[in-house]
Structure formats: C-alpha cells, structure tokens
C-alpha cells in the first residue's frame, strides 16, 4: 500500500467507525445534498439539523422550492443568516426546473454556473451526490490540510493553491464523496481549532505539524473583533396594528421586514436617533417616545443593540407598497432579521400580560 492510498484508506475507515449520524448523510438525493450543503456553510451542525427538517418538509423537491413565493423561502430560513443563500437556491431551484427538468445536472461545469455554486458547493454536491473527483475545501479542511503539510500562516484563501495541489494528490478515484466527509469531519472532531485530539487521529503519521511538535500553532489564529452597533427601533401602533418596513433588496438583510428606525450615530441620544430616522425614512414627525425594551442580537461580525421605544406620531406615513400596518398575531408571518423577531416575541408577551 503505498502513501496515498494508507492515507486515504485511513482517513476513511475512520470516518466509517466515527462518523456522527447526521440526517443528510442517510440519502444520494442530490437536492437534500445541496440544501445542507449550502445550510452547512456559516452555520454550525446542530444549527442546521431543524432548519433542514423543516425546510425539506416545506419544499420537498426542487419543484417545490421553485413555485414557492422569495417572501416564504426567507421566512422558512429566517434565523439561519446570510439570507443570500436562500435567494440563489430560490434562482437556481427555477434554472434547474427550467433546464434540467428538476434534476440537477451532474456535470460540475453545469452546477457551477447555477447561482450560489462557487467552488465548494459545486465540488461537495458533484462528489457525494454523483461520486465524481472534485475536491473541497472549507475551513475544517484548510485547518487539516495546513498542519499535513505544516504550511505557515493563516487558515485563508491564500493557502488554497498548495491545499489544492495535496488534494489533487490524496483523492481517492472512488467513493471521493466518503474522502471529502471524511476529511471535513475529522477537522471538526479530531484536528480541531484551538486543542487538536493528536492520540486520536487516524493519519497522524502523515503529518508533518505532528511530527514537529508545532500543530497548536498552526494555522495562525487572527484575533476576531467584534463590533457594536446601536439601533433605535421605533413601534408605530395605530389601533391593534403595527407597522412594519421591508428593507430594500440589495445589501445586509436585503428583503428582510422590519420595525422603522436605524442606526444612532456618535454623540446622538437613542430617541434623537429615533426622531431623525423616523423623519428621514417616514417623513413623520413623533411627539413622544416611551423605552419598551432593550434587545440584544450577536452576528458573525458584530453585536446589535436594539433600544425599542413606543412611538407617538403626529400623523401616519402615507401607504406604499413596502409598508404594512399588522395585527401583532400576524407580524410572525413576514421574514424578519432576528433582532426583529425577537421584538415581536417580547411585544406579544407585553400584550398578553396586558390582558391578563
């Protein structure tokens, strides 16, 4: 048996004893493939294992995601973040139907001109799905990878070029779909971040970090900074309804409804911040603002506070199409940045203990 093939042989005999039972690793159907895959990316595991069963239950097939409306595709994935994915399943679901008769194509030329298939999507559904000899790489691979070959620096794309050429090397003919998970998996349970499990790993003898003693400092660890960032949040009430804003369709949490307001700026007070983005967004003007309550939300980059305030307007904004006045049993029906819903399941409580 020669190096490449004990590596492999390794790598996936363990796996096969190792590997956690997750429920898009019982099925070939190529559209469950794809719809963890893109679920997987950003998002942990135990993140994506009720968004997947719900998702699948709501669009069983690629027909299904294709005839459903953008508004409840983003509702469906709302809490999941980085809601493009969800648009270019939406956009690739209606290419799929529309030139491949529901069924995505096999060819890895074909699925990556669909949109959101960039260079791992493309590789994982092209190899678990169909068994073809596409390589991937995502962060738990760029970490193995890395200390294989003791590779300086950083876990970036700047390492990507020599990852690739190992790969190119290591991938077995055959059952690549098994290899790809099985490298991804050992990244996650065994070659971890901070405290890699080296008594543990299957191909420890294969890598040089191990070998030099250096494999907890490699790859190098960027300090991460999060940024906070202040909100005022404004809730028009006008009878039982509240009013809620659609952002607009390019940028962060493009599409996404909202309660109005923004961002306050250095040396405002949260109800100036208020006063003014209620004016510039709505030109409305509001005599009073009552504090309901604080809420916090953390994003991969940042941290959002939101200071929610009861507004009174001296008069309502005009209508327009990306404006809706709703009861609050109703709000929960819309796609809303989880800040919002989380303003909406704190405002429902408030009411029913007003009835109480």
Request: aromatic share 8%; with cysteine.
């Given at each position: 048996?020669?190096?490449?093939t004990?590596?492999?042989?390794?790598?996936t005999?363990?796996?096969g004893?190792?590997?956690?039972?997750l429920?898009?690793?019982?099925?070939?159907?190529p559209?469950?493939?794809?719809?963890?895959?893109?679920?997987?990316?950003?998002?942990?595991v135990?993140?994506?294992?009720?968004y997947?069963?719900?998702?699948?239950?709501?669009?069983?097939?690629?027909?299904?995601?294709?005839?459903?409306?953008?508004?409840?595709?983003?509702?469906?994935?709302q809490?999941?973040?980085?809601y493009?994915?969800?648009?270019?399943?939406?956009?690739?679901?209606r290419?799929?139907?529309?030139?491949?008769?529901?069924?995505?194509?096999?060819e890895p030329?074909?699925l990556?001109k669909?949109p959101?298939?960039?260079?791992y999507t493309?590789?994982?559904?092209?190899?678990i799905?169909?068994d073809?000899?596409?390589?991937?790489?995502?962060?738990?691979?760029?970490?193995?990878?890395m200390?294989l070959?003791?590779l300086?620096?950083?876990?970036?794309?700047?390492?990507?070029?020599?990852?690739?050429?190992?790969?190119q090397?290591?991938?077995?003919?055959?059952?690549?779909g098994?290899?790809?998970?099985?490298?991804?998996?050992l990244?996650?349970?065994?070659c971890?971040n901070?405290?890699?499990l080296?008594l543990?790993?299957?191909v420890?003898?294969?890598?040089?970090?191990h070998q030099?003693?250096?494999?907890k400092?490699i790859p190098?660890?960027?300090k991460?900074?999060?940024?906070?960032?202040d909100?005022?949040?404004?809730?028009?009430?006008?009878g039982?309804?509240?009013?809620?804003?659609k952002?607009?369709?390019?940028?962060?949490l493009?599409?996404?409804?909202?309660?109005p307001?923004?961002?306050i700026?250095?040396?405002?007070?949260?109800?100036?911040?208020?006063k003014?983005?209620?004016?510039?967004?709505?030109d409305?003007?509001?005599?009073?603002?009552?504090?309901?309550?604080?809420?916090?939300?953390?994003?991969?980059?940042?941290r959002v506070?939101l200071?929610?305030?009861?507004?009174q307007?001296?008069s309502?904004?005009?209508?327009?199409?990306?404006?809706?006045?709703?009861?609050?049993?109703?709000?929960?029906?819309?796609?809303?940045?989880s800040?919002?819903a989380?303003?909406?399941?704190?405002l429902?409580?408030v009411?029913?203990?007003?009835?109480?």
């Amino acid at each position: 048996m020669n190096k490449r093939t004990s590596f492999s042989s390794n790598l996936t005999d363990w796996y096969g004893r190792n590997a956690r039972r997750l429920p898009w690793r019982v099925t070939r159907d190529p559209y469950k493939i794809w719809i963890s895959e893109v679920m997987l990316q950003q998002t942990t595991v135990n993140a994506v294992i009720p968004y997947y069963g719900k998702w699948l239950t709501i669009f069983p097939t690629v027909e299904d995601l294709k005839r459903a409306p953008l508004e409840k595709v983003l509702k469906v994935w709302q809490g999941l973040g980085y809601y493009q994915r969800a648009k270019n399943l939406h956009k690739a679901a209606r290419i799929i139907c529309a030139h491949y008769e529901g069924k995505l194509p096999s060819e890895p030329e074909k699925l990556r001109k669909l949109p959101g298939f960039g260079p791992y999507t493309t590789g994982a559904v092209a190899s678990i799905a169909f068994d073809l000899p596409c390589t991937i790489i995502d962060a738990n691979v760029r970490r193995v990878v890395m200390r294989l070959l003791a590779l300086d620096g950083y876990a970036d794309t700047s390492q990507d070029q020599r990852i690739e050429e190992f790969l190119q090397k290591a991938i077995p003919s055959r059952n690549t779909g098994t290899f790809n998970q099985a490298l991804m998996e050992l990244g996650a349970l065994i070659c971890r971040n901070r405290e890699p499990l080296c008594l543990l790993c299957p191909v420890k003898a294969h890598c040089a970090a191990h070998q030099k003693g250096i494999q907890k400092i490699i790859p190098k660890l960027k300090k991460k900074i999060i940024q906070d960032l202040d909100v005022a949040i404004g809730i028009l009430q006008r009878g039982n309804k509240y009013l809620i804003q659609k952002r607009p369709s390019r940028g962060l949490l493009a599409d996404l409804w909202e309660f109005p307001g923004g961002k306050i700026e250095k040396g405002e007070t949260p109800q100036e911040a208020l006063k003014r983005e209620l004016k510039e967004e709505l030109d409305i003007d509001i005599t009073t603002s009552r504090l309901l309550m604080n809420v916090r939300h953390f994003y991969t980059q940042f941290r959002v506070n939101l200071h929610v305030f009861h507004c009174q307007p001296k008069s309502y904004p005009r209508p327009h199409s990306f404006r809706k006045w709703l009861p609050i049993s109703r709000l929960t029906e819309y796609p809303m940045p989880s800040g919002n819903a989380k303003i909406v399941a704190r405002l429902q409580k408030v009411i029913d203990n007003s009835r109480e």
